[in-house]
């Protein structure tokens, strides 16, 4: 990825659409614009093949806003970024039609994640460190979205829509898990 990103930036360069004192920042932004693009299209292809897609696109839309706001742990590499990314994902959604969680699992899990994400979010990392101004932004963001997914998941619980329940709860309870083990790595 980092030497397509760099024959990107450098044809920036020779076409004259940006400076080439500005090249790196470019590079880096191409390059992390493909990793996104490569993991996305991963995932949908593993869902398609799987026929999983309505699935794995509920998912993400619960756990993507949810672990750009909590942080946590992150690869020290991209590719172990992405085989870990893919293979959990794939893992939550071939258990998302084989299991019922329970009113009581369920209730503690919410709490427990809940808990941990108000009062440990935002984790930064040195693979991808904050600011003040965004400690506060994502702060705010991480307790508002995931009490945003309890509620849902709660509602789907009640409208007996066990594969969104499986779904939401899953993304608060992996982005919880990620946070704490941000943590842990952050202070070992």
């Known amino acids: 990825m980092y030497k397509v990103a760099e024959r990107l930036a450098d044809l920036l360069v020779a076409k004259k659409v940006v400076e080439s004192k500005d090249r790196d920042f470019y590079r880096y932004a191409i390059e992390g614009i493909l990793l996104y693009c490569v993991n996305l299209l991963t995932l ?29 742990i992150h690869m020290k590499t991209w590719y172990s970024c992405y085989i870990v990314s893919c293979a959990m994902i794939q893992f939550i959604l071939m258990l998302s039609h084989n299991i019922c969680i329970g009113w009581t699992v369920l209730i503690i899990g919410l709490f427990l994640s ?19 101004e ?13 009490s945003i997914i309890i509620f849902l998941t709660i ?9 969104c329940v499986m779904l939401s709860f ?11 083990m941000g943590y842990f790595a952050r202070y070992q």
């Open 155 to 163: 509602i789907f619980k009640l409208i007996g829509a066990d594969i």
């Open 170 to 180: 899953s993304a608060q309870i992996l982005a919880s898990a990620l946070l704490i």
């Open 44 to 72: 949908f292809l593993l869902a398609i093949i799987n026929e999983k897609l309505i699935e794995c696109c509920i998912f993400l839309v619960f756990f993507f806003p949810l672990r750009t706001y909590c942080g946590g």
């Open 134 to 146: 965004q400690i506060k932004r994502c702060e705010q963001r991480a307790k508002i979205y995931s």
């Open 114 to 132: 809940e808990l941990c994400i108000w009062t440990l979010a935002p984790c930064d990392n040195p693979n991808h460190s904050l600011g003040q």
